[in-house]
């Protein structure tokens, strides 16, 4: 996604990333991020919660609006009060470098197979 | 518990390792960062979402999970359109990565369109731009999605004269 930003930025637009991996966000080079410490699959707040859903997603464009420095992180203040999330089945890659344990290496490598 | 948000507290030990050698690697401090500003006051603004959670309406062609069981190194480069309208009855989820549950049970909590929609109608906002855009998150080799994916979903946030994104990653 910060590859994605990075696009919609340099062709006109004002744009944030809400990320719940900060360091990863920006290591691709993006203008605006607003952290946030939730959890994969929740980035706004759990379902329901519209009250917080509304708090986070309202903290956001105000960063949109208020941050003048290119490559600014700003941690939001929220901390998760939800149940500790549940992890969805592994995903392919996963099942795929148990089964090939050799392979990890070119993951961690980013050395990405062609298809 | 600083204040700063910490970017492994839900990620298992393995994610970790691999999401530090990926920063490593594509950690540059030299390459330049573009820059728009915000021209108008947020309460003027056209803003769109940009949701990475894989998200098609059910009338729509849902993410191709079955190629990326085939190839597991290879996630579904395309996008899907949502308007201002779509709800959670709307879409399907398509996307092996995060737990879908959250965003079966109420797509806001990670394509908050309804939230966009009160903030706009209560003025804290200008407007929630007509349309709205889903990716699947887990791409390997971004080639495909910024040669193809991403210019079309920049010519749809042109037309709707968008003047804000909020990028949603999951």
Request: net charge negative; glycine share 8%; proline share 9%.
């Amino acid at each position: 996604m910060g590859l994605v930003q990075r696009e919609m930025e340099a062709a006109g637009f004002s744009t944030i990333s809400l990320s719940p991996m900060p360091e990863w966000t920006a290591a691709a080079g993006v203008p605006r991020i607003a952290a946030i410490e939730h959890p994969f699959g929740q980035t706004i707040g759990r379902p329901g919660d519209v009250a917080g859903q509304t708090a986070v997603l309202r903290a956001t464009l105000a960063a949109l609006a208020e941050i003048e420095e290119p490559g600014t992180i700003r941690h939001l203040p929220f901390r998760w009060t939800g149940p500790e999330p549940e992890e969805g089945p592994a995903p392919p890659i996963v099942e795929l470098i148990s089964r090939r344990p050799w392979l990890y290496r070119k993951l961690l490598a980013g050395d990405i197979p062609a298809a | 518990m600083g204040d700063e948000v910490d970017s492994y507290r839900f990620t298992s030990r393995a994610t970790t390792r691999i999401a530090r050698a990926w920063i490593k690697r594509e950690a540059d401090p030299a390459r330049l960062i573009p820059w728009t500003p915000l021209t108008k006051p947020l309460s003027e603004s056209t803003i769109a979402l940009i949701s990475s959670a894989g998200v098609a309406l059910k009338e729509d062609r849902p993410f191709d999970q079955q190629g990326e069981r085939q190839n597991p190194w290879r996630g579904d480069p395309s996008f899907r359109v949502a308007s201002n309208q779509t709800t959670t009855e709307d879409i399907q989820v398509g996307h092996l990565h995060i737990n879908k549950r959250y965003a079966e049970q109420d797509m806001n909590s990670v394509f908050p369109i309804q939230r966009l929609g009160e903030l706009a109608e209560q003025g804290e906002m200008g407007r929630a731009a007509a349309e709205h855009y889903s990716i699947m998150g887990y791409i390997l080799d971004p080639t495909e999605l910024l040669r193809e994916t991403v210019p079309q979903i920049i010519a749809g946030l042109r037309a709707g004269e968008v003047d804000g994104v909020v990028l949603v990653p999951v």
